[in-house]
């Protein structure tokens, strides 16, 4: 392939990522059905209610229509930026060998192993690249058959999952700053907290399961957490079999080519420390010795640490919920005539 055809596979482009997401995937629909939808809207507001209320036809074209117009070309706008926002990560995807989705919606358990996933009603995503080992996504989780939704009060957070060279137990490190599992309303349970124990202990808290502190230590060296301090300010890092989570609450602006590359460069970092930190790491408390691949296996007490909706989280759901339940209470007893507020 010439430089120059590189140059224009690479480039965004709106027919490309069309043909490739679909009519629907890639937002196409959406615009479409919101111009038409406004169209048809404007034309009954404009046209057929000054016919049925006469005398409020001056509100109605002066107020009303503005309004309308204004809500309508603000969500066109926000559908178009969508798409082309969507074109441009498709771009730095391809360019980068990974296929991109740029939005996904499935009432289906979540398929990656990390803590936010593990209870769902189902999840949305959105500029999903995935690349052979490495993948990254906006995660938006559904709500439940409880009406909670699996990661809370904050139900939305960005990923990126990368491969580590053998399993490990399962180790999470939460930012004490701004910490996206602690956001999103699920405490950890059922291991050790190291506190005081390790180094930067003001920036992260350290979980691992029951007796296995020592080989927290072992892979979350101070190098390790100075790096995630340097690199990662903020985010939170979980290890679970052989595989590496990074969340963050932000969305990176992916769209922007030079945030793409600098993402993947803050993941190649990450990767290699963790490689070197791991790839000799053996649980000596598995009884199985090696998995069929010929990779350490670790024991069953260290494959997974609970975890559960917090306290806190569970206070501001219920504190957020309260004042609409009151309200809609005292419209039905005025309306039963149980209670005059006038």
Known sequence: ?????????????????????????????????????????????????????????????FVGVPILVVIFAVSIFLAVRSTSRGARVQAWAEKSGMRYVHQRRSRNSAPWMGTPFARTGGYAVRHHAIGSDVETARFRSLPDGSGYHSAGLVNSFTFVRFTLPTSVPHLVVTSNRSSTLNAAGLAISGGRVLRGSIEFDSSFTLHCPADYERDALYIFTPDLLALMIDVAPGCDLELVDGTAYLYMSREPKLWDERVGADLLAVVELLRRKLDRQTRHYVDERSSAGTSRAGSPTVARSGLRLANRRSARGVLLATALWIPGIAVAVAIIAQALGWVSVL
């Open 1 to 61: 392939m010439t430089g120059r055809a590189r140059r224009l596979r690479d480039r965004p482009s709106w027919s490309r990522f069309i043909r490739t997401q679909g009519f629907s995937g890639s937002g196409l629909a959406a615009i479409v059905g919101g111009v038409v939808f406004a169209a048809l809207v404007l034309t009954a507001v404009g046209v057929g209610l000054p016919l049925v209320l006469a005398e409020y036809t001056a509100l109605i074209v």
